[in-house]
């Protein structure tokens, strides 16, 4: 199966967004050069595919663009009202599940979802970081282990760090020198996988990540890897 991970920017392209909201002053289609993005990376009936800064409103359409008939997309929150969300979608004949938010969360439950597939027994946590109190959540997440992996837009390069020197049962695929946010050079998108589920001696559980993948289409570039499990 493929796993990929890709803030779109709010289907803005490079394009800074003002309030929160859409910004495309140029009217330029980024929203197809994204959904080709999308359809090369789901192929297999379990791959999936997690975008950050998901918005849908009248210049998405993005039930027309992601028709029903072949995707399905996993959210926590009302697509149109909310400015910016955090989905997984897949093809319709997945076997991947969406868990129910919990409800004592007090920040906007569009900022993080978690997926598992029960026949393959995984569970994969997808967020974006735009504050401290989802931070402090996320960190609850990693005490758990209860996923085998957690990745997206990290956005806070000291707290990529400081995971990685405390969270020993996790290992992070991105290393420093990986470009995913190109206005700052910088790797805030991340993927930590649980070293138990993927370990060197489960030579069955392989996982092949050969870097990030360009693309003009966001701000961000796409991180993606193919799981053999």
């Not at 950050?52 to 399905?72: A, R, W």
């Not at 996993?74 to 938010?101: C, M, P, Q, Y």
Request: glycine share 4%; net charge negative.
């Amino acid at each position: 199966m493929r796993i990929s991970s890709f803030n779109i920017n709010k289907f803005c392209g490079a394009y800074s967004s003002q309030n929160g909201g859409y910004y495309n002053p140029r009217n330029v289609d980024f929203k197809s050069s994204i959904k080709k993005i999308v359809d090369s990376l789901l192929n297999d009936k379990d791959d999936i595919v997690f975008l950050q800064e998901f918005v849908d409103n009248k210049y998405i359409g993005v039930s027309e663009l992601f028709v029903q008939k072949k995707y399905t997309i996993f959210h926590n929150s009302d697509l149109v009202k909310n400015k910016s969300n955090v989905v997984a979608i897949t093809l319709k004949n997945s076997t991947w599940e969406k868990i129910d938010f919990p409800e004592d969360i007090e920040f906007p439950n569009n900022k993080i979802i978690e997926m598992e597939t029960k026949d393959k027994q995984l569970r994969f946590l997808s967020f974006h970081n735009t504050n401290n109190e989802i931070k402090e959540e996320i960190n609850k997440y990693f005490e758990t282990g209860k996923d085998d992996i957690i990745l997206g837009d990290f956005n806070d390069l000291e707290w990529i760090d400081s995971l990685k020197n405390e969270r020993k049962e996790y290992r992070d695929l991105v290393t420093n020198d990986m470009i995913t946010y190109k206005p700052a050079q910088t790797a805030i998108d991340r993927i930590f996988i649980k070293k138990a589920t993927f370990s060197e001696e489960k030579s069955s559980n392989k996982i092949f990540f050969n870097g990030v993948i360009e693309t003009f289409a966001s701000d961000h570039n796409i991180l993606s890897f193919l799981l053999n499990y």
